[in-house]
């Protein structure tokens, strides 16, 4: 009981510092917008383009803003050392772990949900009949970006060049989830959309190995 | 009853090193910290005092030695029931209130009646008025306040205080003093790092120097300490 509970006021705790400052949804929202309206003007895809090119760049996207978002997670519990505080308030490390992957994984989500309809609309790619599908693609790819995310955030928080550490080391790993988000996204979004259950059971896999690794050995990455 | 009164636990360091790449922080350490002791540790910066209090904490895994505790604990024990340290950092969040950061933490170490616990602490430290206020507004001797008000939650039965007096002023310092010497009247075992002699430094029952992360003085004679304390700002 005691994770859950830890977890959740953990969690209370993020959304409320977020959702006060607004200052990681508002730059990943900017951030991503500019990159899908900067390539629709580029580009200015065909139809038949845009259902070919599209997941990839949607899936690119969430990629740059999973890693632009995620990097602060660990980083702002260094400022006045509150990691420390949290380790000793907690009777289950991976509760901070949980907390923080509960949260990423809701911003992600929120920042997809904006990104969506503004897609549909620039790149003409209709999505209204494959609502419920996408959703459960997006729901399953962001909790792998946000997974992978948030455990190489608390590593590369400790490190020198953390800045720059966090996506030399997301974007390789994140290859394979990459490939299945996109290839299962392109499924919805042709001409006779079909959900992908082979590249989805491969999102499944991914994320519920990535998670049991972090429950085994994650109270390591949070240590000194 | 505070948990004070009910558990009363002691440190045994063994033998304990700290590296940082080729640099000693902590050199073969071994110390015995009795249940109700109140230990003050003075040295030079760099002596390897605030190492020694994480480690304690649980916080900085030595590179070799043992610290154990008696009566034994399990991990959730240590963490949640008996613990309490304040830092050099205040540990708490610029961008919650001050009533908020104690809510967190009190939620946290699920203290029964919660908000009247940080309701009286946030009064002892004299923060009441404030309470409602980001930290972030707070002057660096508000938000020791709250750090020490923080640590103080669950009345911990050991307490970890690193150069606590940080920031306060006259008045935060004899209170400060004050719960010290009901927390250790009442049987916590409480570590300090301090620089000289002061209202907090006359509560220690030992005293140990520390240089270049070696114990070179450990005294529990009373004459004795006040040379342990200040020679290290000689």
Redesign the interface.
Known sequence: M?LF??TS??LG?EL??EF??RELLTTTVVFILMIVVLFSFTFDPTREESRRFGPGLLWLAFLFAASLMLQPGFLREQ????L?????????PFAIFLSKLCANTLFLLITELLLLPIFAVLYNVPLLGVVPQLALVLFLGSLGLSVTGTTLSAISAQARMRELLLPLLLLPLLTPLLIASTEATAALFAENPVLRWDWLAFLIAFDVIFLTAVWLFGEYLL?? | MSPAETRRIGLRLENIDKRYGGLYALRRVSLEIEPGECVAFAGRNGSGKTTLLRIAAQLVRPSAGKLTFSPAQNDSERATKNTGFVAHATMVYDELTAEENLMLFARLLEIPEPAHRVESLLRDVGLLERRGSLVRTFSRGMRQRVAIARALLHEPSVLLLDEPATGLDPQGVSWLAATLRRLRDAGSTILMSLHGESEISGLATRGIRLDAGAVVADTRTGANLPSILTFADA
Request: net charge neutral; charged share 30%; hydrophobic share 25%.
């Open positions: 005691s509970s830890n006021v953990l705790k409320r510092t006060r400052s400022t006045n050392d509150t420390s505080a949290l380790r000793l308030s907690v009777s289950d240590e000194e």
